[in-house]
């Protein structure tokens, strides 16, 4: 790592605000459920939470992501408003797609978040149109697909590494590896690394401790500015770990106990935050400050969603077919 770039103070700070939103946004989306507030299929990305935030960093309001269900973490650390998010997920008017998406299907193209798909592995193609529209117009963008390890065998996958790679899309696969497809562990499903399958393909495929924000920020940086320069996708496996169950409500019993304990010791965000006080980046004030803002802003969103109207009859028709214009 000594040749590969280091994040300076301030982008130290900003990957920490954007760790300590998506865990403070989890715990509340999960309280809110289950003292019957808000009723929702919901997806903890808990553990997760370096992933998004050290590659968004990199990343421009122009530029293209595409997510899946366990998604609020990319969406965040993408720039989407609290407000409009909680709106969508409570199905309110006032959210991102008039409340008609829900959770699993958030989109704010003002931020470059382009879709959001419940469909296992569909972020990838998906993420090729939109590179190859970049690459048409010559505008730059770059495009970000995540996706689960359990999406690292269906045909999507491969199709969409081999036309990105022949065609040098300005695309970056990310596989948030978990190491769970719902409830099968990885290792019961491929006997190869995720990122090894990137050779087959003639492209680089990195394996990147993804719970480390300085590992995570300089492997996503390379590929980036790659993608960028026209030279290619690339392929990077981000190790990590699922703190819940596939869905809220299910009690991952097949979860090795000593595995998700030895997860959760090692929590990425309060290790990250003590590294930060520890190296002078910032103070244990400083910090105290910037999560009860948070807090806040998470108080503020809850609240103006509840209060949001629910979208009428009349939507059911509406946002489907191109309406002319009076």
């Given at each position: 790592m000594s040749n590969r770039a280091t994040p300076d103070a301030a982008t130290q700070l900003e990957i920490y605000r954007r760790m300590a939103l998506i865990k403070a946004n989890d715990e509340r989306s999960r309280k809110v459920i289950m003292n019957g507030r808000l009723v929702m299929p919901y997806y903890s990305p808990r553990g997760q939470e370096?992933?998004?935030?050290?590659?968004?960093?990199?990343?421009?309001?122009q530029d293209y992501i595409c997510t899946i269900y366990r998604g609020s973490h990319d969406q965040l650390a993408k720039g989407l408003p609290l407000k409009d998010l909680w709106a969508e997920v409570a199905?309110?008017?006032?959210?991102?797609?008039?409340?008609?998406?829900?959770?699993?299907h958030v989109t704010y193209p003002a931020k470059g978040i382009m879709v959001t798909t419940g469909i296992v592995g569909?972020?990838?193609p998906i993420a090729n149109g939109l590179a190859?529209?970049?690459?048409?117009?010559?505008?730059?963008?770059?495009?970000?697909?995540?996706?689960?390890?359990?999406?690292?065998?269906?045909?999507?996958?491969?199709?969409?590494?081999n036309l990105a790679a022949v065609w040098?899309?300005?695309?970056?696969?990310?596989?948030?590896?978990?190491?769970?497809?719902?409830?099968?562990?990885?290792d019961k499903t491929s006997n190869v690394k995720v990122a090894d399958r990137a050779a087959a393909y003639g492209m680089p495929g990195v394996r990147v401790d993804g719970n480390d924000p300085f590992e995570m920020y300089a492997v996503a940086q390379e590929a980036i500015a790659r993608a960028r320069a026209?030279?290619?996708p690339?392929?990077?496996?981000?190790?990590?770990?699922?703190?819940?169950?596939?869905?809220?409500?299910d009690a991952d019993a097949y979860m090795d106990k000593?595995?998700?304990?030895?997860?959760?010791?090692?929590?990425?965000?309060?290790?990250f935050r003590a590294q930060l006080i520890e190296t002078g980046v910032a103070t244990e004030e400083q910090l105290a400050e910037m999560e009860a803002a948070i807090e806040k802003e998470i108080d503020e969103a809850v609240e103006f969603a509840l209060a949001s109207d629910f979208p009428g009859v009349e939507e059911l028709k509406r946002d489907v077919f191109a309406e002319e214009m009076a």
């Open positions: 370096v992933i998004p935030s050290a590659i968004s960093v990199n990343l421009t309001d199905g309110r008017t006032t959210g991102t797609c008039k409340g008609k998406g829900g959770p699993m569909s972020t990838m190859w529209g970049s690459q048409l117009r010559g505008d730059g963008r770059v495009t970000v697909a995540s996706f689960g390890d359990g999406a690292a065998n269906i045909g999507a996958f491969h199709e969409s590494l040098k899309l300005p695309v970056i696969f990310v596989c948030q590896n978990n190491e769970w497809g719902e409830h099968t562990a990885y026209g030279e290619g690339t392929l990077i496996e981000a190790m990590t770990y699922r703190f819940f169950g596939h869905v809220f409500g000593a595995r998700k304990a030895d997860a959760m010791a090692n929590d990425p965000v309060p290790r």
